[in-house]
């Protein structure tokens, strides 16, 4: 059943199978040394040509910057997307409720995001840098990137630089 299934509960291998809860547990936990763990949620899948791909970059940089010992590491400047997701949460207490005894607790939908906020991140060995939000109704693409994005980050890094400027910074693309 786990393997045809490995979201199943416990009530169901229980119902179907015909044995009592700590037997369930036995052969789950001691039997098969199962856990149940909750799945980590990332981004996107990447296909193993673009794993090779950061691969190569990432070997290429170690040579040029002397297997991360030259002083060149902290010019590298890098970006990465991120999102910020809403919810609408409510506290543990706000949930409360009466019921009368012998009744279960009651139960609750969960709410789902109403809102997202897009933005770039960039950042380097000491840490964020800048911070630059996408819009709203604008479109996340290489002109927006090019022409609205860069030239933020371009001042913003400027200005924390004096007298240097970007001089010496890499831009290293994801």
Same mark, same amino acid.
Do not use: A, C, F
């Given at each position: 059943m786990v393997i045809a299934d490995p979201n199943v509960a416990y009530e169901r291998i229980q119902h179907e199978i015909g044995i009592s809860p700590g037997a369930v547990h036995t052969? +789950? &936990?001691q039997s098969l040394q199962l856990r149940k763990l909750c799945a980590r949620w990332i981004p996107h899948q990447l296909h193993?040509? #673009? $794993? #090779?791909? *950061?691969?190569k970059w990432c070997h290429e940089m170690l040579k040029k910057l002397n297997n991360g010992n030259s002083r060149d590491v902290s010019k590298i400047l890098t970006g990465d997307e991120t999102?910020?997701? &809403?919810?609408? @949460?409510e506290t543990k207490q706000q949930s409360h409720q009466w019921c009368?005894?012998?009744? /279960? =607790?009651p139960t609750k939908v969960r709410r789902t995001l109403y809102t997202k906020k897009q933005m770039y991140a960039f950042f380097n060995t000491m /840490?964020? $840098? @800048?911070?630059? =939000? +996408?819009? =709203? /109704?604008k479109i996340n693409n290489s002109t927006?990137?090019?022409?609205?994005c860069l030239p933020l980050v371009i001042k913003a890094i400027s200005l924390q630089r004096p007298g240097t /400027? +970007? *001089?010496g910074t890499f831009f290293a693309r994801r």
């Open positions: 052969v +789950l &936990h193993p040509e #673009q $794993k #090779q791909n *950061r691969v999102w910020i997701y &809403h919810y609408d @949460t009368e005894i012998g009744e /279960g =607790p /840490g964020v $840098k @800048t911070v630059v =939000p +996408l819009e =709203p /109704g927006w990137y090019t022409e609205s /400027g +970007l *001089r």
